[in-house]
């Protein structure tokens, strides 16, 4: 079965501890991204990676890091976690871009204290 | 102002009406996504536009490239058609990102 698959699906932390949420998609894509949902803001795009060790920020960087060292998988690292980092956070891949389907995981509800 | 403009914000319905959804956007793009989101989060993509209209089931989706208007509609609704709706354009070029509007929560009552 096509899927993307992220873990964990809730994660509660604290300020300043690092976390690591991987996704990982079983569809051969090339493109892969991360988001993060706000009520009131939407979805909005943290991370995009184009191929493997091919990653470019999004609109909201800042306090996240990626790497994408295997097609399949490409986690989401927060060095040092802080509220406003709290958010439900969707990894995507599609084949090729943007200009194709997008295939969402289930998505990660991450609460920073 | 956000790039993706989507109206309305929120839209009740009574079973078996039509309904319609609408997206504006600001410059020229490469395609036009239409996502659904049912309450307990999940996601899924619904339609991927760059010209015309397509139809799938009770479900229909229309872009003008002209107007940079794209439009969802929903014929005869169910209850099981509520859900928040997703537009997302794709601009391409040297920017691979993916915009999105902020949804507009549909609720179909029997």
């Known amino acids: 079965e096509a899927q993307v698959t992220q873990n964990p699906r809730y994660l509660i932390t604290v300020t300043g501890k690092k976390l690591t949420v991987t996704c990982s998609q079983n569809m051969n894509h090339e493109y892969m991204s991360w988001y993060r949902q706000d009520p009131g803001l939407g979805l909005r795009q943290i991370y995009y990676?184009?191929?493997?060790?091919?990653?470019d920020k999004g609109d909201v960087p800042e306090g996240y890091k990626v790497s994408r060292k295997e097609k399949r998988n490409f986690p989401l690292i927060l060095e040092s976690p802080s509220p406003n980092q709290t958010s439900l956070y969707f990894c995507?891949?599609?084949?090729?871009?943007?200009?194709?389907?997008?295939?969402f995981g289930p998505g990660t509800r991450l609460t920073v204290t | 102002k956000n790039e993706v403009e989507q109206s309305p914000q929120n839209l009740t319905a009574q079973e078996g009406e039509f309904i319609t959804i609408n997206c504006s956007y600001s410059v020229g793009i490469s395609a036009l996504h239409w996502l659904q989101q049912h309450p307990g989060g999940g996601i899924v993509s619904l339609f991927m536009?760059?010209?015309g209209k397509k139809k799938h089931g009770r479900l229909i989706a229309t872009i003008n490239i002209q107007e940079k208007h794209s439009s969802l509609h929903i014929t005869a609704s169910h209850p099981r058609d509520s859900a928040v709706y997703i537009c997302a354009v794709f601009y391409g070029g040297a920017t691979n990102k993916l915009i999105f509007g902020t949804g507009t929560l549909l609720a179909v009552q029997p």
């Open positions: 995507a891949s599609s084949y090729n871009s943007g200009a194709y389907e997008q295939y």
């Open positions: 536009l760059s010209s």
């Open positions: 990676s184009m191929n493997v060790e091919v990653t």
